[in-house]
C-alpha cells in the first residue's frame, strides 16, 4: 500500500515473495513500477481510498505501506490527523486492509517526527491494536547498508494469535509477559542487527565520468554558482567528496539548490558542482543498478524530468533495510509458505533478510573505476 516506485517490491521480491496487491495513486509511479515488476494488472491499484473492499485479498503473510508522511515530518507544520489534504487519516486504509485481510504481520515506515506526536501516534497504535495486533516500532538509519543515514520510523505489527502471550513458569508464577503501558510494546520482537560496510561516496558517484551532455546539464549555471558561493551557509565540505557520506535524500532534491538545500557532486576545474544524477540518487537509497526508471515524455523538459525522478526516489524506501527487517518479521510470525526461497545455507529467515540486504547493497554499487576530481584524495580503512 502507497507503494511508491517499488522499495519494498525490490526487497521482497528477493526474498522469494511474491505481490497479491499494490496500490499506489501517482501515475508516474505507477508507470516506473510496471517497469520493474510483473504483478498481474488485476492485482494493481491506484488510490487506495476507492478501491474496494472485495479487492482487498486474503491469507497474506505481510503487509507494507509507506502511508504519506507529510503530515509528521519535522520539516513542515506537523498538522498530522488534521492535514487539511486529509493525508493524516490515510493511516486507516491500513486498518480497513487489516480488518479485512488478517495479514500475519505489518511492516510500515514513517518520518520519525512521527515519534515526537504523542497523542497522534497513541491514535494510530490504538487502531492496530483494536484490530489484533502487537505494535512495537524502532527508529532505523540507512547508515551501515547505503551511503546516507537516512533515519526512518518502522512499525511492526504482529497478529496476536501468532505471538501470545508467555505461559507462567510454574517455578515462578509472576513470570507472565503482560501488555506494555507505554505507547509500544517492546517484549516480543527484536530489531535485527544493521551490519556496517562503510560505503561512501565514491561507492556510488560517477563523479565526472558521466556522459558530456548529462554533466551540462546537472552542473550549475553560472548564476546559481555565483548565488551558492555567497551564500554564508554553504561550504565546499559540504559537497559530496569521495570520502564523505551522502546526505539524506528529500523528494525535493534540485530545488533551491542556490540557497544550499542540496548536497552537490564535486567537478574537476574549471567546472562548477553538479547535481547528483538520477541513477546516483538510486544507488544512495540502495535501488540496484537493474532498476529502470520511465523515459521522459514528449512535453517534459530535461531538467524537468530528472527532478521528477529525484521526487520518486525521495520518496521511497530504502530497499537493503527493508529486507533485513522483513526477514526478521517473517521469522517472528513464523511464515511457512516460500520456505524454498530459504537456501541451505540460510538459516532461517532473519539469516535470509540480512543475506538479501547485503546483496541488494552490492547491487547498487558503482559497476567499475571512473576518474576523481582533480585534487581528490580517496581515504581507506
Not at 510483473?38 to 497474506?60: A, M, R, S
Not at 565546499?236 to 557532486?265: E, F, I, K, M
Not at 553538479?274 to 537509497?285: G, H, Y
Request: aromatic letters at 8%; a positive charge; charged letters at 20%.
Amino acid at each position: 500500500m502507497f507503494g511508491g516506485i517499488g522499495g519494498f517490491g525490490v526487497a521482497l521480491n528477493r526474498l522469494g515473495g511474491k505481490c497479491v496487491f499494490y496500490s499506489e495513486k501517482d501515475e508516474r509511479c505507477r508507470e516506473t513500477y510496471a517497469l520493474n515488476f510483473d504483478t498481474p494488472p488485476e492485482c494493481v491499484h491506484g488510490d487506495i481510498c476507492i478501491v474496494p473492499d472485495e479487492k482487498f485479498p486474503q491469507n497474506l503473510d505481510l503487509i507494507v505501506a509507506g502511508f504519506p508522511c507529510q503530515p509528521f515530518t519535522t520539516m513542515g507544520e506537523q498538522p498530522g490527523l488534521n492535514c487539511d489534504k486529509g493525508r493524516g487519516q490515510l493511516f486507516l486504509q491500513i486498518v480497513r486492509m487489516i480488518k479485512l485481510s488478517k495479514p500475519k504481520a505489518l511492516l510500515l515506515e514513517n518520518v520519525p517526527g512521527l515519534l515526537g506526536m504523542k497523542e497522534t501516534l497513541n491514535i494510530i497504535l490504538k487502531a492496530f491494536c483494536d484490530e489484533g495486533y502487537r505494535v512495537t516500532a524502532e527508529i532505523c538509519s540507512a547508515r551501515g547498508l547505503t551511503t546516507t543515514s537516512r533515519k526512518r520510523l518502522f512499525l511492526v505489527g504482529l497478529r496476536k494469535d501468532l505471538v501470545p502471550l508467555k505461559a507462567p513458569d510454574s517455578s515462578n508464577s509472576s513470570s507472565l509477559v503482560t501488555p506494555s503501558l507505554s505507547p509500544f510494546d517492546y517484549s516480543f520482537f527484536q530489531f535485527p542487527y544493521i551490519p556496517d560496510l562503510k560505503l561512501c561516496s565514491h561507492d556510488i558517484l560517477d563523479y565526472d565520468a558521466l556522459p558530456i551532455s548529462e554533466l551540462e546539464l546537472l552542473r550549475l549555471s553560472k548564476s546559481t554558482w555565483t548565488q551558492l558561493s555567497q551564500n554564508k551557509r554553504w561550504k565546499p565540505s559540504q559537497l559530496a567528496w569521495p570520502n564523505r557520506h551522502c546526505d539524506t535524500l528529500t523528494s525535493h532534491y534540485g530545488n533551491a539548490v542556490g540557497r544550499g538545500d542540496c548536497q552537490l557532486v564535486p567537478s574537476s576545474s574549471p567546472h562548477p558542482p553538479r547535481r547528483f544524477s538520477v541513477r546516483e540518487c538510486a544507488r544512495i537509497q540502495g535501488f540496484p543498478n537493474t532498476f529502470n526508471f520511465c523515459d521522459k515524455r514528449p512535453e517534459q523538459g530535461e531538467m524537468a524530468h530528472r527532478k521528477e525522478g529525484y521526487r520518486m526516489i525521495g520518496n521511497s524506501v530504502c530497499p537493503p533495510i527493508i529486507a533485513s527487517l522483513a526477514g526478521r518479521v517473517l521469522d517472528a510470525v513464523g511464515v511457512n509458505i516460500g520456505k524454498e526461497a530459504l537456501s541451505s545455507d540460510d538459516t532461517n529467515w532473519t539469516t535470509k533478510g540480512l543475506v538479501v540486504a547485503v546483496d541488494l547493497a552490492c547491487s547498487a554499487l558503482r559497476t567499475s573505476p571512473v576518474p576523481l576530481p582533480a585534487g581528490c584524495l580517496v581515504l581507506c580503512d
